[in-house]
């Protein structure tokens, strides 16, 4: 069984950072993508970041410069490191993980950026 928990949501104001976390643990082989995906009420799920197995990594045009997307394999981690934060980045963002057995998602953790 398969499962990733996130952590590192909160509140913060304007202008803050926020670092959110996802842990995979389980039977997980053959991992060829980590990402991050946010959503709002009314709005479909969109990819925030991602980063491959090879290293390589993409951001929506609407947080580049902003957040950094990192893993640790050896811990099956995934990090989104999120600076200069604006209230349009409030949302409920979750954790995704590609693999050769399927994709797997966290629970979500809520973020509020607000003053």
């Known amino acids: 069984q398969v499962q990733l928990v996130e952590s590192g949501g909160g509140s913060v104001q304007p202008g803050g950072s926020l670092r959110l976390s996802c842990a995979a643990s389980?039977?997980?082989?053959?991992?060829?993508?980590m990402a991050w995906y946010r959503q709002t009420p009314g709005k479909q799920r969109e990819l925030v970041a991602i980063?491959?197995?090879?290293?390589?990594?993409n951001y929506a045009d609407s947080v580049k410069g902003r957040f950094t997307i990192s893993g640790d394999s050896a811990k099956n981690t995934v990090y989104l490191q999120m600076n200069s934060l604006k209230p349009e980045d409030t949302a409920v963002y979750y954790c995704?993980?590609?693999?050769?057995?399927?994709?797997?998602w966290g629970q979500g953790t809520q973020v509020t950026v607000s003053s």
């Open positions: 995704n993980v590609r693999a050769v057995v399927g994709g797997f």
């Open positions: 389980g039977s997980i082989f053959s991992v060829y993508a």
């Open positions: 980063l491959t197995s090879g290293g390589s990594t």
